[in-house]
């Protein structure tokens, strides 16, 4: 769902990605290979929530958004931590903004504090523009989104092909939530292991842990279930103006 560049995340060209595995963008959630602590924006990808459906434990709540949820809109805050160095702990970052998904592989990150950012994925193409470095990056879905949080979540079909990339196991219920575990099988990745909490029906919680020890967690606000999206939502034209680096 790459390295972390102090103050901001960038796109510089590296393989694999922290949550969605793109490269190294200017984002906590970025997906960059160093620990250093960039600034919260993400990936993916990572998105919302299941149907009205009963469930047992964290495995049955993500089929059932699997098999229910088309579509979702949702606010969204997400903490970064960067690792523990020295002994020092890492620190913090925090920002915030809007999410919106449509299955399959569309999904849509408006970061509106501290920082203005834009991620949107078209199903062809994953697009990032950080708007203080009027720049825009640009990179095929289908290189990023493997084993990653955004595969959990848009990209999946049925929990049986999720398996084929991820160890799925249910974890003990905390927090007031359900949890399942997802660990990459490939283990050349940046991400080390997501856990997503649902609450009841809805995704709660995204928790993701990558090989370099950062920290990013997302929690969702209230998401309206299987509303109809206009297609624009998942369209992206870089700015006039803007430099734009293809990847």
Request: hydrophobic fraction near 45%; aromatic fraction near 8%.
């Amino acid at each position: 769902m790459a390295p972390l560049l102090s103050g901001k995340p960038m796109f510089p060209p590296v393989a694999g990605l922290n949550l969605l595995t793109v490269c190294t963008i200017r984002s906590p959630m970025t997906f960059a290979p160093s620990w250093r602590f960039p600034r919260p924006a993400a990936v993916l990808a990572m998105l919302a929530l299941t149907a009205s459906v009963a469930w047992a434990d964290g495995l049955d709540s993500l089929q059932n958004f699997i098999q229910h949820t088309r579509s979702g809109r949702a606010d969204f805050t997400q903490t970064v931590t960067a690792p523990t160095r020295d002994g020092k702990p890492g620190r913090v970052k925090t920002s915030s903004g809007t999410f919106e998904f449509q299955r399959p592989g569309k999904f849509r990150f408006d970061y509106q504090k501290p920082f203005v950012q834009t991620i949107v994925a078209d199903g062809q193409t994953l697009w990032l523009y950080d708007v203080d470095l009027n720049q825009v990056t640009e990179r095929a879905q289908a290189q990023v989104l493997g084993q990653t949080p955004a595969a959990l979540i848009a990209e999946a079909t049925d929990l049986n092909a999720l398996k084929v990339d991820f160890t799925l196991t249910a974890e003990p219920a905390r927090d007031g939530l359900q949890w399942v575990k997802a660990v990459p099988k490939a283990r050349d990745g940046q991400l080390q292991q997501v856990q997503v909490g649902f609450d009841g029906a809805q995704l709660a919680a995204l928790e993701i842990l990558d090989s370099f020890g950062q920290r990013s967690v997302l929690r969702f606000g209230p998401m309206q279930l299987n509303p109809p999206l206009p297609a624009s939502t998942f369209q992206f034209k870089p700015p006039a103006g803007a430099d734009v680096l293809r990847q």
